[in-house]
């Protein structure tokens, strides 16, 4: 049987226009949380629309170029020191603010991917697995996936002993080693334990060899 794909069902319960809103990014080490909302056209969806998750990056560029081109689009960043003064479930509520007003146009209503809101007056619904059912959220996923991938392989090229571009920041044992090696950069959440123990080593490691 065939994996079922996400559908316009939810979308087809609301008023239009309708925007569906996804996030990527909240568990690495470093770089930006990016949320996306994207409003599908009425007609010329581009086929293929998936959970980013399940496609692979060449595939998310491709939809992601076809989105860009076809629907309406907001993008919201927020970077890793927001990151850590607001903690990350706040900036994740931040950045879907920010990609929901990035659209240029009100949406009727707004489909998230999770099951809590950012506190906005928007007439939204919270769908649990939503880039999975939704086609407007699994659109916003792809968006914001590959944004945020465009992001951490540009910062890759500053900071390449973190290997960024195979691990997009996440905390993988090649991240952790170098962050051991070579401490922290400007782009890592310093609220995240393992960025924080690696400051606290190399503190550690100051004060010995000065003592």
């Known amino acids: 049987m065939a994996a079922k794909r996400p559908s316009l069902r939810h979308e087809k319960l609301c ?19 990016v949320a996306a909302a994207v409003i599908l056209p009425a007609r010329g969806v581009p086929r293929g629309i998936d959970d980013s998750k ?9 939809l992601c170029a076809r989105l860009l ?13 927001e990151i850590d003064r607001l903690n990350i479930y706040w900036a994740r509520m931040k950045a879907m603010e920010l990609a929901v007003a990035a659209l240029g ?7 998230v991917d999770g099951n809590r809101l950012p506190r906005w007056s928007h007439a939204a619904t919270a769908i649990v697995g939503g880039d999975a059912l939704s086609l407007s959220i699994a659109a916003a996923s792809i968006v914001a996936k590959h944004t945020r991938d465009q992001i951490m392989l540009a910062h890759a090229e500053s900071y390449p002993q973190y290997d960024w571009h195979s691990n997009k920041g996440y905390g993988c044992p090649a991240h952790r080693r170098a962050l051991a090696e070579h401490g922290v950069t400007p782009l890592h959440r ?11 080593l190399l503190s550690l ?4 060899a000065t003592a």
Request: proline content about 10%; charged content about 15%; glycine content about 10%.
């Open 190 to 200: 310093r609220s995240f334990a393992p960025v924080a123990q690696a400051i606290d």
């Open 15 to 33: 008023l239009a226009p309708v925007a569906g809103v996804d996030e990527a990014g909240c568990g690495p080490l470093a770089g930006p949380v």
């Open 54 to 62: 399940k496609l692979p990056a060449t595939e998310r560029a491709r």
């Open 105 to 111: 146009c009100e949406p009727a209503h707004v489909l």
């Open 205 to 208: 490691s100051c004060h010995t």
């Open 69 to 81: 081109a076809c629907a309406v689009v907001g993008v919201g960043i927020v970077e890793a020191d």
